[in-house]
Protein backbone atom coordinates (compact mmCIF):
# COMPACT_ATOMS: atom_id res chain seq x y z
CA UNK A 1 0.00 0.00 0.00
CA UNK A 2 2.92 2.54 1.03
CA UNK A 3 4.49 1.51 -2.57
CA UNK A 4 1.08 2.58 -4.47
CA UNK A 5 0.98 6.10 -2.87
CA UNK A 6 4.33 6.62 -3.65
CA UNK A 7 3.64 5.57 -7.13
CA UNK A 8 0.56 7.67 -7.28
CA UNK A 9 1.92 10.77 -5.69
CA UNK A 10 5.09 10.35 -8.12
CA UNK A 11 4.04 13.97 -9.96
CA UNK A 12 3.88 14.34 -13.72
CA UNK A 13 4.05 11.21 -15.86
CA UNK A 14 4.97 11.31 -19.36
CA UNK A 15 3.17 8.94 -22.00
CA UNK A 16 4.82 6.51 -23.85
CA UNK A 17 3.64 4.29 -26.49
CA UNK A 18 4.35 0.72 -26.89
CA UNK A 19 3.45 -1.86 -29.79
CA UNK A 20 4.19 -5.31 -30.96
CA UNK A 21 5.75 -6.02 -34.42
CA UNK A 22 2.79 -6.20 -36.24
CA UNK A 23 0.98 -3.86 -34.39
CA UNK A 24 -1.52 -5.37 -33.47
CA UNK A 25 -1.23 -4.91 -30.01
CA UNK A 26 -0.71 -1.21 -28.67
CA UNK A 27 -0.52 0.05 -25.73
CA UNK A 28 0.83 3.52 -23.33
CA UNK A 29 2.64 3.69 -20.04
CA UNK A 30 2.85 6.63 -18.22
CA UNK A 31 6.04 6.85 -16.73
CA UNK A 32 8.42 10.00 -15.65
CA UNK A 33 11.74 8.33 -15.40
CA UNK A 34 11.68 6.24 -18.52
CA UNK A 35 15.36 5.44 -18.45
CA UNK A 36 15.16 4.25 -15.06
CA UNK A 37 14.57 0.80 -13.32
CA UNK A 38 15.25 -0.82 -16.49
CA UNK A 39 15.84 -4.52 -15.68
CA UNK A 40 16.82 -7.96 -17.08
CA UNK A 41 15.61 -11.09 -15.03
CA UNK A 42 17.82 -14.37 -14.79
CA UNK A 43 14.54 -16.36 -14.76
CA UNK A 44 14.69 -19.54 -17.25
CA UNK A 45 11.44 -17.70 -19.03
CA UNK A 46 13.48 -14.29 -19.82
CA UNK A 47 16.70 -15.52 -20.34
CA UNK A 48 15.30 -17.18 -22.86
CA UNK A 49 13.52 -14.02 -24.35
CA UNK A 50 16.81 -12.42 -23.39
CA UNK A 51 14.14 -9.04 -22.47
CA UNK A 52 14.85 -5.65 -21.09
CA UNK A 53 11.76 -4.75 -18.92
CA UNK A 54 10.39 -1.29 -17.79
CA UNK A 55 7.99 -1.57 -14.29
CA UNK A 56 5.11 0.55 -14.07
CA UNK A 57 2.32 0.52 -11.58
CA UNK A 58 -0.98 -1.19 -13.23
CA UNK A 59 -2.97 2.28 -12.81
CA UNK A 60 0.08 3.44 -15.51
CA UNK A 61 -0.51 0.78 -17.90
CA UNK A 62 -3.36 0.74 -20.65
CA UNK A 63 -4.05 -1.76 -23.26
CA UNK A 64 -5.11 0.75 -26.37
CA UNK A 65 -5.84 -2.01 -29.19
CA UNK A 66 -5.46 -5.84 -29.86
CA UNK A 67 -7.06 -7.81 -26.42
CA UNK A 68 -8.39 -10.24 -29.21
CA UNK A 69 -4.19 -10.66 -30.26
CA UNK A 70 -3.75 -11.18 -27.12
CA UNK A 71 -2.18 -14.54 -25.94
CA UNK A 72 -0.80 -15.10 -22.27
CA UNK A 73 2.14 -17.81 -20.83
CA UNK A 74 2.02 -19.16 -17.17
CA UNK A 75 3.85 -21.30 -15.89
CA UNK A 76 5.82 -22.85 -12.81
CA UNK A 77 3.72 -20.85 -9.80
CA UNK A 78 1.24 -19.50 -12.49
CA UNK A 79 1.36 -16.27 -10.73
CA UNK A 80 2.86 -14.05 -13.29
CA UNK A 81 0.88 -13.92 -16.64
CA UNK A 82 2.90 -12.95 -19.80
CA UNK A 83 1.65 -11.66 -22.98
CA UNK A 84 2.21 -12.08 -26.36
CA UNK A 85 0.77 -10.65 -29.86
CA UNK A 86 -0.64 -14.34 -31.60
CA UNK A 87 0.05 -13.14 -34.69
CA UNK A 88 3.90 -12.28 -34.74
CA UNK A 89 4.72 -13.40 -31.87
CA UNK A 90 6.21 -10.48 -29.65
CA UNK A 91 6.59 -10.35 -25.99
CA UNK A 92 4.57 -6.90 -25.05
CA UNK A 93 3.97 -7.08 -20.78
CA UNK A 94 3.69 -9.42 -18.08
CA UNK A 95 1.89 -9.02 -14.97
CA UNK A 96 4.97 -9.25 -11.66
CA UNK A 97 4.80 -12.13 -9.85
CA UNK A 98 6.72 -10.08 -6.99
CA UNK A 99 4.22 -7.27 -7.01
CA UNK A 100 1.12 -8.29 -9.16
CA UNK A 101 -0.04 -4.45 -8.92
CA UNK A 102 3.06 -3.68 -11.10
CA UNK A 103 2.93 -4.13 -15.33
CA UNK A 104 6.53 -4.92 -16.88
CA UNK A 105 6.73 -3.84 -20.16
CA UNK A 106 9.27 -4.82 -22.98
CA UNK A 107 11.20 -1.86 -22.66
CA UNK A 108 12.17 -2.65 -27.18
CA UNK A 109 8.22 -2.58 -27.55
CA UNK A 110 8.04 1.10 -26.37
CA UNK A 111 8.88 3.82 -29.57
CA UNK A 112 11.12 6.72 -29.74
CA UNK A 113 13.16 5.09 -26.82
CA UNK A 114 16.45 4.02 -27.54
CA UNK A 115 18.38 3.15 -24.22
CA UNK A 116 21.37 5.40 -23.18
CA UNK A 117 24.43 3.24 -23.87
CA UNK A 118 25.44 4.11 -19.74
CA UNK A 119 22.39 3.27 -18.35
CA UNK A 120 22.13 1.26 -15.32
CA UNK A 121 20.39 -2.11 -16.16
CA UNK A 122 19.56 -3.97 -12.74
CA UNK A 123 19.16 -7.71 -12.73
CA UNK A 124 16.51 -9.33 -11.40
CA UNK A 125 17.19 -12.45 -9.49
CA UNK A 126 14.12 -14.53 -10.93
CA UNK A 127 16.28 -17.80 -11.30
CA UNK A 128 15.92 -17.88 -7.11
CA UNK A 129 12.71 -17.65 -7.51
CA UNK A 130 11.98 -20.35 -10.67
ZN1 LIG B 1 1.84 -8.58 -33.26
Given at each position: ??????????????I???????????F?????????????????????????????????????????????????????????????G?????????????????????????????????????????
Open positions: MEQEVEWLLNGVEMYLGSCHCEKIKQIEAKKIYENIYKCNCTLCKKKSILMKAVHKNFFTLLTGVKFLNSYKWNKRIAEHFFCNVCVYTHHKRRRDPNQICVNFACLENVDLPNNSIIEIVDGASHD
